[in-house]
């Protein structure tokens, strides 16, 4: 089945430095890959679209600077936290979405924690 | 605008019990629902999508569009099925989540 995995798995940093968070479709290419934050206990909220070889699409309210995104290959999407603070800590969760199929069924990374101190 | 609502963050039923999850939206055009779930430790995972009209592990969900609801549905619960389970619709090609329920079966 399609797998997609995040890198790392957790993180700690310490405030003002940046954070690079990796997405990978391991067995397929995704040509739309898509970024959720998580507070704890609350429900995923879509921070970005990315698509291969162009810019990718913000939400409302995210800013673009601060969550850089770079999906530069069919198989790798990042996220960079730039100038991280303690309210960015939260859990980063990607999703790939395949490319040159029919299927319209996103697939979801197991998701990065952030902590910033 | 898309909105998801779950109204029960806590569903706890005893095992063998029907489980019904509710979910409500809110969304201008033709709507796509879809339930997700998450296993203890694992990742989002999606159980099923009202276009397919399919049961997977006993659940069902009917679209009703007079009430734009997506309830999920199963006659008798059974202990693996505690999970968090969001439902969630696509619409202007993202999707938007509810907040999730937490379901528990008790033995």
């Known amino acids: 089945g399609a797998v997609v995995s995040q890198h790392p798995s957790w993180v700690i940093c310490k405030s003002g430095t940046s954070v690079k968070i990796e997405c990978r479709s391991l067995?397929?290419?995704?040509?739309?890959m898509f970024w959720y934050r998580q507070f704890p206990k609350q429900s995923l909220m879509l921070m970005a679209t990315?698509?291969?070889?162009?810019?990718?699409?913000?939400e409302q309210g995210v800013e673009k600077d601060k969550f850089l995104i770079n999906h530069a290959s069919l198989t790798l999407s990042t996220l960079t936290v730039t100038s991280a603070h303690p309210e960015d800590s939260s859990f980063y969760i990607c999703?790939?979405?395949?490319?040159?199929?029919?299927?319209?069924?996103?697939?979801f990374g197991p998701g990065t924690r952030l902590t910033v101190l | 605008a898309q909105r998801v609502t779950q109204p029960e963050k806590l569903l706890s039923v005893f095992k063998g019990a029907p489980v019904e999850l509710k979910c409500n939206y809110s969304y201008s055009g033709s709507p796509e629902l879809f339930w997700y779930v998450q296993y203890s430790r694992q990742r989002l995972q999606l159980l099923l999508r009202?276009?397919s009209r399919e049961s997977i592990k006993g659940f069902t969900a009917d679209l009703n569009k007079g009430e734009t609801s997506f309830h999920l549905k199963k006659p008798f619960a059974q202990e693996e099925d505690s999970a968090m389970y969001y439902c969630a619709l696509r619409g202007a090609q993202k999707l938007v989540f509810g907040q999730g329920t937490r379901l528990t079966i008790n033995p």
């Open positions: 999703s790939a979405l395949p490319g040159g199929t029919s299927t319209d069924t996103q697939y």
């Open positions: 067995d397929f290419q995704a040509t739309t």
């Open positions: 009202h276009i």
């Open positions: 990315s698509n291969e070889g162009s810019k990718a699409t913000y």
